[in-house]
């Protein structure tokens, strides 16, 4: 088992920036692989990012790419999301996941563990 806990959510100006946090507990001695997804009012939790914590390869939804830089620290079993640039409608629910494993995916339901969510609100 893996638990998840999200930070560093708030209220941003437009064109602010934003760093979450999640930081993994549990079985972290594994290789995994960790993401960002997103849900914004009314609509369907998306994908935002996603790391491997063995090989370090990431890989980005292109609403993001550019803005957002996903990183990970693996001595304490966090991993971040820098977000720059923000929109408006970058605002959401952004939740952090994890799944056993090493091959990056942007699949939702690959991902056995979420966190409970942080939220990232960007007025305009």
């Known amino acids: 088992q893996v638990q998840l806990v999200e930070s560093g959510g708030g209220l941003v100006q437009a064109g602010g920036s934003l760093r979450l946090s999640c930081a993994a507990s549990?079985?972290?001695?594994?290789?995994?692989?960790m993401a960002w997804f997103r849900q914004a009012p009314g609509k369907e939790r998306e994908f935002v990012a996603t790391i491997s914590t063995s090989s370090g390869s990431t890989y980005y939804a292109d609403s993001v790419k550019g803005r957002f830089t996903i990183s990970g620290d693996n001595a304490k079993n966090t991993v971040y999301l820098q977000m720059g640039s923000l929109k408006p409608e970058d605002t959401a629910v952004y939740y952090c996941a994890a799944l056993l494993g090493w091959a990056i995916t942007t699949t939702l339901r690959s991902y056995n563990y979420w966190g409970q969510g942080t939220q990232v609100t960007v007025s305009s």
């Open positions: 549990g079985r972290t001695s594994s290789n995994y692989v």
